[in-house]
């Protein structure tokens, strides 16, 4: 890697060293082409100054360019009009003109040229009594537009290269934007799951052990089940929070953030440099062999509804099953989804509806599954009578829409609760 200090002295050594160069070439060269010629002035001390005004304002080219420019021409100007031989003088004035026409405006720089030809060659040299040979005007016609010809195609060159860097950092940007992103919907995917484990473990610890409060002197066997029940549930929890802090920890997404991952990814920008595509990829391939795999064990899911509804038996919760259709393999994210809002709905039932039984119902379509929860009048108290259930209902609703797909619930005409929530078989790209 290259210091700072390097990277500055490096234009200025090069400078020095360009502008030792022309001075050797104009003093040594104008000397000679000035002894060939006649009728023209002999080289004195001021012929030899003027050969090195004209180096020594290249020094300035890179933050004077037009300024530079300026000295040459009107040193060039003086030294014609001396009557000194046509020689090498010009090679400091060409140098100059290219760096004014790429580092300044063109503008300013362009109209020089014309200027000098007016001034260096014709017709005010023939005006003072110094006239320039006619195949020597003329050649300098064309020769000017050259100069200006590839001054311009430097200068649209470089405007080129700036352009594809100002691309590939935007590109740079986009692509550390989209894995801040990600990373973002990740942690709010891991803290999803984290709500709904504890939500759901915290939920039914409470109401078992209310239960066994209540029971413990009057049917000690019940309350044993019902303390089992805590045990269990705690144990489970447990676990569940264990491998998501894993997941935070080691930087793995979860199944549900992966999927939502995998069908977010987004093509390379085609104006993006072939050998920033390849970096790129590069980065990808390194992230994807140094990512650790996902955890998949804190995942429900409803392809095994007894594991899942386990542990809401286990709180003494009744459930029935059914489905309808011919079952098929979902994708992560909706298949997560479709058992947290299942699990979210029986603790609403064990929390608010004590004593009901509940049904769970999924119905699988082509292009869409179907859950619904029903629960029966509750037949006992709740532990905490008045108190709400928290955001179960909003969250169940911000998952459903998540997905593209919706959630309705509310109490059922023959009394009890009802939630329905459909949901699409393809994971949509916004999915969470």
Not at 241 to 265: F, M
Not at 358 to 385: L, Q
Request: aromatic residues 4%; contains cysteine.
């Amino acid at each position: 890697m290259t210091a700072p200090g390097e990277s500055k002295r490096g234009p200025v050594v090069r400078d020095w060293v360009l502008a030792l160069v022309v001075a050797v070439i104009q003093v040594v060269g104008g000397r000679n082409a000035n002894l060939r010629q006649t009728g023209v002035h002999s080289l004195d001390a001021l012929g030899y100054v003027l050969l090195l005004i004209g180096p020594v304002a290249l020094l300035l080219r890179r933050s004077y360019p037009l300024p530079a420019l300026l000295v040459t021409v009107a040193t060039c100007a003086v030294y014609l009009l001396r009557g000194y031989g046509y020689g090498p003088i010009f090679i400091s004035l060409v140098i100059a003109f290219i760096s004014a026409a790429i580092v300044g405006s063109r503008w300013w720089t362009y109209p020089l040229a014309p200027i000098g030809y007016l001034l260096l060659l014709w017709p005010l040299p023939a005006l003072v009594g110094h006239p320039a040979d006619p195949w020597l005007a003329f050649g300098m016609i064309a020769w000017l537009g050259v100069l200006v010809a590839i001054a311009e195609g430097i200068r649209q060159r470089q405007a080129v290269l700036v352009a594809r860097g100002q691309r590939a950092e935007a590109a740079r940007r986009d692509e550390e934007a989209q894995r801040e992103r990600r990373a973002s919907e990740e942690r709010l995917a891991i803290a999803r799951e984290l709500h709904d484990v504890l939500a759901h473990s915290l939920s039914l610890i409470n109401v078992q052990s209310s239960v066994a409060l209540e029971l413990f002197d009057k049917k000690p066997e019940q309350a044993e089940s019902a303390l089992a029940a805590i045990k269990t549930a705690s144990k489970d929890a447990l676990a569940e929070v264990h491998t998501l802090l894993h997941a935070i920890r080691s930087g793995s997404p979860t199944p549900a953030a992966a999927e939502a991952r995998e069908s977010d990814i987004e093509p390379v920008p085609a104006s993006v440099p072939a050998q920033s595509e390849r970096a790129q990829d590069n980065s990808v391939a390194r992230g994807v062999e140094d990512r650790p795999p996902a955890p998949r064990s804190p995942a429900p899911s409803i392809e095994d509804l007894d594991a899942l509804l386990q542990r809401t038996r286990a709180a003494g919760l009744t459930v029935d099953t059914r489905i309808i259709g011919t079952a098929h393999k979902l994708p992560s994210v909706v298949d997560v989804a479709a058992a947290r809002i299942i699990q979210e709905s029986l603790t609403n039932v064990v929390r608010h509806a004590p004593g009901a039984t509940a049904a769970v119902t999924i119905r699988y379509a082509a292009d869409s599954v179907e859950i619904t929860i029903d629960n029966a009048r509750a037949t006992g108290t709740p532990s905490k009578p008045g108190t709400s259930g928290g955001n179960g209902i909003l969250g169940m609703r911000e998952r459903a829409h998540a997905l593209g797909g919706q959630l309705i619930a509310g109490p059922r005409p023959s009394g009890g609760f009802r939630v329905v929530a459909r949901l699409p078989s393809q994971a949509q790209e916004e999915a969470l």
